[in-house]
């Protein structure tokens, strides 16, 4: 039973970050065999990989997949006005069964480019968006956007809409987890972010936060808590190893320090950031040099337009050799770190690498394309060069949902059209 992939080039991600040319036997669900020559005794598929790269699913570590509804509405604007003048509106039109379209959509543009789990934040439709991701096969880690600041919110009614979302979600497949989203520190008080942080320790689910996207942000907080966001979280008792901060463009020497003493999850957002204009770039080298571990997200296809990760992973890596002048500030080696095995631990996944024993969230792309060929360097070509249409295949959890580029448990062209019709419905409505 399960699959053999034979004669791949293998980027493995595993302790020793090896690249190999081997053959990976996949169980149900796992990686059982790295080896040459495996037997192919009792195997139910034997796939040639010969001119192709194996690597481990990319993870998105921080999003808002449903957002894909509103790719490319409200353009040329900072974030401010985007979310109150555009996003913030339109989001009040939508109804649950649009976020089940939404996520259809976006999953299917994460498949397609080698993305095999997301972390979500949302403010409603979540048991949906859990329906979508089940059905076409991705991981993912979705969390309820908890905030306060509107009048009519209080901190024990998010509280209970938080505990009735993971309840649900504890109930899904055990590729859909729940994560504790609280939405940031200029929408949450005090007694909220305390809560959520609480019930996200108590419960051993991730705590998810937007902190330092805006320059704005950060003298907001100086204003109402006399600190810098990550030196009030961790004030608070909000920062440590099971804390996702996305972003963290606008940060201090001291707050870097913090992050990495507290082994804080970092989530750099690179594109999104750019088009936003928020003007911050996330120090990701520090932040690594600091004890930080540190993943890449694309933020939602609404400030991104795209929910590339491939395409993500080279931009954060211009960027730091950019933002510290120096090519090799940052080495395409740790950034598939990043975008890999980092992702998956913030998000507690036994992914990330493709190694004995690991979830079979793997990815296989074609070597023979003109714009990856020579490959002088494989982690360097890829990182810089591959783009989606290499892949060819994606298999998450010992399945494959991207068959010779097909999309292999949903109606692509369907979901597609729909989409496509709800996302119009929504912004007329």
Request: hydrophobic letters at 40%; a negative charge; charged letters at 25%.
């Amino acid at each position: 039973m399960g699959t053999l992939i034979r004669n791949a080039r293998i980027i493995t991600q595993d302790t020793e970050r090896r690249i190999l040319q081997a053959d990976i036997l996949i169980g149900k669900d796992r990686i059982e065999r790295i080896g040459t020559g495996l037997p192919k005794r009792g195997v139910d598929e034997v796939i040639d990989a010969s001119g192709k790269i194996a690597f481990p699913g990319l993870v998105n570590a921080h999003t808002h997949i449903a957002m894909s509804l509103f790719r490319g509405y409200g353009e040329g604007l900072p974030l401010k006005r985007w979310l109150e003048e555009k996003i913030w509106p339109a989001e009040e039109k939508l109804e649950e069964e649009d976020i089940y379209w939404g996520t259809l959509l976006g999953a299917i543009e994460m498949i397609r480019s080698g993305t095999t789990c997301f972390s979500d934040m949302y403010m409603l439709g979540l048991a949906r968006m859990a329906d979508a991701a089940g059905e076409i096969g991705i991981r993912a880690v979705i969390s309820q956007g908890l905030f306060d600041a509107a009048k009519h919110r209080t901190p024990e009614a998010e509280m209970a809409k938080m505990e009735k979302i993971a309840n649900e979600l504890a109930k899904t497949n055990p590729r859909i987890k729940a994560a504790v989203g609280a939405h940031a520190v200029y929408s949450c008080s005090e007694d909220l972010l305390r809560l959520a942080k609480e019930f996200a320790s108590y419960h051993n689910l991730p705590f998810h936060i937007h902190v330092g996207e805006t320059r704005e942000e950060v003298f907001s907080c100086l204003e109402s808590r006399k600190m810098r966001p990550v030196e009030y979280l961790e004030s608070i008792g909000a920062a440590d190893s099971g804390s996702i901060f996305a972003h963290m463009g606008w940060v201090t020497k001291r707050e870097i320090s913090i992050a990495g003493k507290c082994g804080v999850n970092v989530v750099h957002c690179p594109i999104s950031n750019l088009k936003l204009a928020t003007g911050g770039i996330c120090p990701v080298a520090e932040f690594m040099e600091a004890g930080a571990n540190v993943a890449l997200g694309t933020d939602g296809p609404a400030s991104n337009n795209s929910q590339d990760m491939i395409e993500t992973m080279k931009i954060a890596l211009l960027l730091q050799s950019h933002k510290y002048w120096d090519a090799q500030k940052m080495s395409p080696a740790q950034i598939w770190d990043c975008a890999t095995i980092n992702g998956a631990r913030a998000l507690g996944f036994d992914s990330g690498s493709i190694e004995e024993g690991k979830l079979a969230d793997i990815v296989l792309v074609d070597a023979k394309a003109a714009n990856l060929l020579p490959l002088h360097n494989d982690l360097r070509s890829i990182a810089y060069s591959l783009n989606p249409s290499n892949v060819t295949d994606v298999m998450i959890n010992g399945k494959f949902v991207l068959r010779e580029k097909k999309i292999t448990l949903v109606d692509e062209e369907l979901v597609l059209e729909k989409a496509a019709d709800v996302a119009h419905e929504v912004v007329s409505r």
